[in-house]
């Protein structure tokens, strides 16, 4: 089930704008069929490559095993750094956005490469830390030479990276799970851009959600960071323009031992629900705290608390149809090939957020490339609007889609991407202006998506 969102985002988003929102997605739990060298990370986050192309499962191509027998031109291959939350809060989601941006280059690869030479993949570990993943970042641009970087996942480090790397720099930044509309003013010389929507929209849906189950007071447990204060907020905000009272918003720390204070502290008064904006390490410890001490009957969930492991871990007899939000992807073709591939390769359906958008990334950056005839990061930079917005004719992924956008543009053709997780057009901030936040439940051992909710923000 699909529907618009009936109210004026544009304006939300506006006034969104003023919380001082730096950190963004939660994570959550995926057993993903990954090769060693896809799962290994040094303790310092050391990079890896992989260039390979499929000769059947992109799973089957071992990380860092090296260039294949891809046509090649002369000229520099398109090197992208792959970063990513290998370890840290967010760690859960590191190897999936792998896979998605590794199905990505070998669907590339297979199909021409860009410029006639494969695509690069670099992987690196932000560590879900700012200091790390600006580390990293600048070991990608000074010493792996990349064109472009795809990450981070939360905001608090890809805005960082932006401001202090990538931005100064003048190397192409996309990433597909930063959902803070701080990222929307970065000072980041218009190389920052997002495949994913701002989490503005999640908190109102999150807020519609609460009201429709009947809930009439809540309280928030959020993690203490940008993240979880403005989704906590905007969440807040809105439930209460609709009727509800918010009785607590409760910050905590990431991954302590207990929350029973937090916890005293967020169900004081005796809420309807509580609201658990936090990431899956953290949010273990107080669900299994207030499940057992009787503190609150019914929660809400995020992105980040959307993780099966965790609900697993807890008992899913406990959180039976029970409610949640995460942004989510469009229902189009191009959705629906990317998670027919991605099964077909990993043996599981990318259940994840942020997969597609893991992937389109790597596929706006390419045909980006291979449109300007270049590596060069401006001349990328340039040309990501000119391939992903209309007008054009309309290339989709897929080894069928780039081998129909290399003759388009062979041809002097212009082209507009039609992503998987969105048409991917970009505004002048570099944000996507369209979306999707899905509504998902808790039915018996697994996570059920149960409606998308459509987000314009162009109207």
């Known amino acids: 089930m699909s529907r618009r969102i009936p109210w004026p985002l544009a304006l939300l988003v506006a006034v969104t704008l003023l919380l001082p929102l730096l950190a963004a997605c939660g994570g959550s739990s995926e057993s993903t069929a990954t090769t060693a060298a896809e799962t290994s990370t040094t303790s310092s986050g050391a990079s890896q490559t992989a260039t390979t192309a499929p000769s059947g499962s992109p799973a089957a191509s071992p990380a860092g095993s090296g260039s294949s027998s891809t046509p090649t031109a002369s000229g520099e291959a398109l090197k992208i750094g792959m970063l990513a939350p290998f370890t840290g809060d967010l760690s859960d989601f590191g190897p999936a956005f792998w896979n998605a941006a590794m199905l990505a280059v070998e669907e590339i690869n297979s199909a021409g490469g860009v410029l006639g030479q494969p695509v690069e993949l670099v992987r690196a570990d932000d560590g879900t830390s700012p200091q790390q993943g600006v580390e990293e970042a600048r070991r990608l641009v000074e010493v792996e030479r990349v064109s472009a970087i795809i990450g ?8 960082p990276i932006a401001e202090s790397v990538t931005g100064p720099s003048g190397i192409v930044q996309i990433s597909p799970a930063s959902t803070s ?7 980041d010389n218009d190389f920052l851009f ?9 908190g109102v849906v999150l807020a519609q959600l609460a009201q429709e189950q009947g809930f009439k007071t809540a309280c928030t447990m959020y993690t203490n960071n940008a993240y979880g204060q403005g989704l906590s907020e905007v969440f807040s905000r809105e439930f209460e323009r609709l ?28 809420p309807d629900v509580l609201a658990a904006i936090s990431y899956p390490e953290s949010a273990r410890v107080y669900l299994r705290e207030a499940v057992e001490q009787g503190l609150v009957k019914n929660f809400l969930f995020v992105d980040g608390t959307k993780s099966e492991e965790q609900f697993a871990d807890l008992g899913w007899d406990v959180f039976q149809g029970m409610w949640g939000t995460a942004p989510g ?17 990993y043996g599981r359906r990318p259940e994840l957020p942020f997969l597609r958008e893991s992937y389109d990334a790597v596929y ?3 045909l980006a490339a ?35 956008a290399l003759e388009l543009i062979a041809a002097g053709t212009d082209i507009n991407y039609e992503g998987a997780a969105s048409p991917a057009d970009f505004d002048d901030h570099g944000d996507v202006l369209k979306g999707a ?3 998902w439940r808790v039915q018996g051992n697994a996570i059920v998506v149960q409606e998308t909710r459509e987000i314009d923000l162009s109207q």
């Open 194 to 202: 997002r495949t994913t929507i701002s989490d503005a929209a999640q």
């Open 243 to 270: 009727g509800g009272k918010v009785l607590a918003q409760v910050p905590h720390e990431q991954e302590q031992a207990s929350y029973a204070s937090e916890l005293a502290t967020c169900t004081e008064g005796n």
């Open 437 to 439: 936040i899905e509504v």
């Open 152 to 159: 981070a996942a939360a905001s608090g480090v890809t805005l």
């Open 181 to 187: 509309p701080a990222l929307t003013d970065a000072n």
């Open 370 to 404: 291979q449109k300007a005839g270049s590596t060069d990061p401006t001349a990328i930079r340039d040309a990501i609007r000119e391939i992903a917005n209309p007008p054009g004719e309309t290339v989709t992924p897929g080894p069928d889609g780039w081998a129909r």
């Open 364 to 366: 706006v950056i390419a």
């Open 329 to 345: 992807a469009l229902d189009t073709d191009e959705g629906k090939s990317f998670d027919a591939r991605y099964e077909q390769a």
